[in-house]
């Protein structure tokens, strides 16, 4: 287990660098903090799709995992060399996509994000899933960093977007389809 924070005031940021889980120190605005800090903001958002009230247990469950995964990613990214995602986290999420995608019909247009509450929810997730997996694709151009995370990230936007228009569904909204008339 790591270590634990007992003491949130340390003063040891105040000149602009941070620690990392293996001791070193790092700038604040380094291209690894920025994708620990832009994973940490995207475990938030799917917390936020998991207070709606009313989500399917099954819903709940999957983002509970999720979360989970994030703050293990999280961890991976603060201890370079430490790995804890696997390809069966991967699966799982792919496992979830074709589950909840075989109850949506085609898509026949672009979807913009809203429908209801939590799908709104669900596409602010996604959108800053996608930019932390841009986070990690810039960090892995100038640093060491494994793979499954990378694609971890752009399974998880998948299954959000999916997700989305799932829950517009369940929560008796409708999905707000692009109008191409509007090009005219």
Same mark, same amino acid.
């Given at each position: ?9 340390? *003063? ?33 958002? @799917? ?5 709606? $009230?009313?989500? $399917? ?22 201890? $370079? ?24 019909? $085609? ?13 709104? *929810? ?25 793979? @499954? ?36």
């Amino acid at each position: 287990m790591g270590n634990r924070l007992s003491k949130i005031i340390t *003063r040891t940021g105040d000149e602009g660098t941070t620690g990392l889980g293996d001791g070193s120190r790092v700038p604040k605005d380094s291209a690894r903090i920025e994708a620990i800090g832009t994973v940490d903001e995207l475990n938030s958002a @799917v917390g936020m799709l998991r207070a709606v $009230p009313g989500l $399917p247990q099954t819903v709940s469950l999957l983002l509970l995992r999720v979360q989970h995964d994030l703050f293990d990613l999280g961890g991976e990214l603060a201890v $370079p060399g430490y790995s804890v995602l696997t390809e069966a986290h991967v699966l799982a999420l792919e496992d979830a996509v074709e589950s909840l995608n075989a109850e949506l019909p $085609p898509l026949k247009e672009f979807i913009l994000p809203g429908g209801s509450e939590a799908a709104a *929810r669900c596409h602010m997730a996604r959108t800053i899933a996608r930019r932390a997996e841009r986070r990690c694709w810039t960090l892995a151009h100038a640093q060491s960093t494994r793979g @499954v995370a990378l694609i971890y990230l752009n399974r998880l936007s998948d299954a959000l977007f999916v997700l989305a228009r799932s829950l517009a569904r369940h929560e008796g909204g409708t999905e707000v389809l692009w109008d191409r008339s509007r090009l005219d």
